[in-house]
């Protein structure tokens, strides 16, 4: 069942019984949970419902306690599986950027696609120029990350992630950190990417988002998902007591 | 009183405090005899040249070699200090506590006369290379402790990001983690760089060749020949040239760093 390439034709991201413990804290409480290819699948809950937690179990930043997370087919949690080269295939983008300081622009972008992709630089810039041109930052490539605002800094992260060909892309509550006026240049980044048919899983408060641009939204809450299904279904007529109650504090 | 006229009077007492201390000083010392024994021009003169092209020179040297010797050591214990496998990090800590705990004065007595003794060794460059070889593996464990410091202190979302890019665990740390760890230590670096500057001056004690001594071997020595203080004034001045432009460049490069952050 489990092989070690990729396999298009599986869910790009299947998780089985996933539970996660920090201690004695259990955060994931057995979660199934997929993501098909070209699917845009949005997670919503509030704070502590464990949907960062899930997000950072299919790349293996976080190390799951018991159950299996299969990306394409291939058994993530398998000892013998090469996680780096797997993880050059899912893109991340955290909700701090953590944009390498001491680089430039076009060094973030192409760091990672010479040392893990093995790429050559001219390769490597030529993509990544693609990339920084397809987030509206062509001309920022000789700045430093922090002469960049947040949106900017975010959408160089979307950029740097993109220029890996990731198979898929996982966003960790990407607009959390920014200022208000900046959430919107990186969503629409987020919108082309979803128009392109970039499976992507979305951690996220943004509800517009998640109605406007998702395929699917799940609702978790206390290490479960409660609730999931069509947008307009889930936040327009939600079934479950604690989705409303999460839903009218939100909208 | 007003709350301003008892500041004034305050920082007036604070005035008369420093000049009348100045004063008693300047009245207290003897000024023929500080002349003729701490700033005699001819015992100055015949220090001359050699103080620059041999001792000054040997100064800079040897700190350089123990400077460049103690960080790839230190680099090197952090790591392994920051090892998953335990007895590296218990060699690690063990050697730390160890050489930190000693008087630098001790381990190049240790290195320039036990160690040769005991294994029968011959250390390269005589006295004065077994003295270096001391103070590399005595500033090795104090920078250590710096370079893990700093490589803690770089977020954790650093090497998350490298990681989940497909970067392995080697080259997150040479690309991502010790360039901005650097950064970080490069004021803690310096006084380490200006703590070993002056830390040459215990090489006296392995003794060394008249061509191999370092500032204060020569001062030492020339206060005995000329019976007269002034090589040590003059040492003393070489020192402040060698580390106040020293401090200065680096408080410079951390400005240019700040960019970067």
């Known amino acids: 069942m489990a092989t070690n390439s990729p396999q298009k034709d599986r869910p790009a991201i299947e998780v089985r019984d996933l539970c996660k413990n920090f201690g004695d804290n259990e955060v994931l409480k057995g979660i199934d949970f997929h993501v098909d290819q070209g699917e845009v699948v949005c997670v919503i809950g509030p704070s502590g419902s464990g949907k960062s937690t899930l997000l950072r179990c299919v790349n293996r930043l976080e190390e799951p306690t018991s159950g299996t997370v299969l990306v394409e087919g291939v058994d993530i949690t398998d000892p013998e599986t090469d996680l780096d080269k797997i993880r050059t295939r899912i893109g991340m983008v955290f909700q701090q950027f953590n944009l390498f300081p001491h680089l430039s622009v076009l060094r973030n ?7 893990a992709k093995r790429r050559p630089k001219a390769e490597a810039v030529e993509i990544a120029r693609k990339n920084l041109a397809k987030v509206g930052l062509a001309n920022r490539e000789d700045a430093y990350p922090s002469q960049l605002s947040g949106g900017q800094q975010q959408r160089v992260a979307i950029a740097r992630a993109l220029s890996m060909n990731p198979d898929m892309m996982l966003f960790d509550e990407p607009t959390s950190a920014l200022d208000p006026e900046l959430v919107g240049d990186v969503l629409g980044v ?48 939600p079934q479950h007591a604690r989705t409303q109650a999460f839903l009218s504090k939100v909208l | 009183m007003k709350p301003s006229a008892r500041r004034r009077l305050f920082r007036g007492v604070l005035y008369a405090v420093f000049v009348i201390v100045l004063a008693a000083v300047l009245f207290a010392a003897d000024w023929e005899a500080i002349q003729t024994n701490f700033f005699n021009p001819e015992v100055a003169a015949a220090t001359f040249p050699d103080v620059i092209v041999v001792a000054a020179k040997n100064t800079i040297i040897y700190t350089a070699i ?39 004065l001790l381990v190049i007595f240790g290195f320039a006369f036990a160690v040769p003794i005991a294994f029968d060794w011959r250390p390269p460059g005589g006295s004065a290379g077994a003295g270096l070889i001391a103070l590399i593996i005595v500033s090795g464990a104090y920078i250590a402790e710096t370079l893990r410091a700093g490589i803690e202190a770089v977020p954790a979302g650093q090497r998350e990001a490298a990681r989940s890019l497909g970067m392995n665990p080697s080259w997150t740390m040479v690309s991502v983690v010790l360039p901005q760890a650097f950064r970080i230590v490069t004021p803690p670096l310096t006084n380490e760089l200006v703590i070993l500057i002056k830390d040459t001056s215990l090489l006296f004690i392995a003794g060394m060749a008249l061509n191999e001594r370092e500032l204060t071997t020569f001062a030492r020595d020339s206060v005995s020949q000329s019976a007269n203080a002034t090589p040590l004034v003059i040492a003393a001045l070489m020192y402040l040239i060698i580390t106040l432009p020293l401090t200065q460049l680096v408080a410079r490069l951390e400005r240019h760093n700040k960019r970067g952050r």
């Open chain 1, 109 to 115: 972008l192409t760091l990672a696609q010479q040392r």
């Open chain 1, 190 to 237: 987020m919108r082309q990417l979803a128009d392109e048919g970039m499976t992507m899983m979305v951690v996220t408060h943004e509800m517009g988002f998640a109605r406007e641009v998702g395929d699917r939204v799940v609702f978790m809450d206390g290490g479960v998902v409660v609730e999931q299904g069509d947008p307009k279904e889930v936040l327009g007529n």
């Open chain 2, 66 to 104: 123990a400077f460049v010797g103690g960080l790839v050591l230190g680099l090197i214990l952090a790591l392994m200090k920051l090892s998953p496998v335990a007895p590296y990090r218990w060699v690690a800590t063990a050697y730390v506590e160890l050489f930190r705990g000693l008087p630098a």
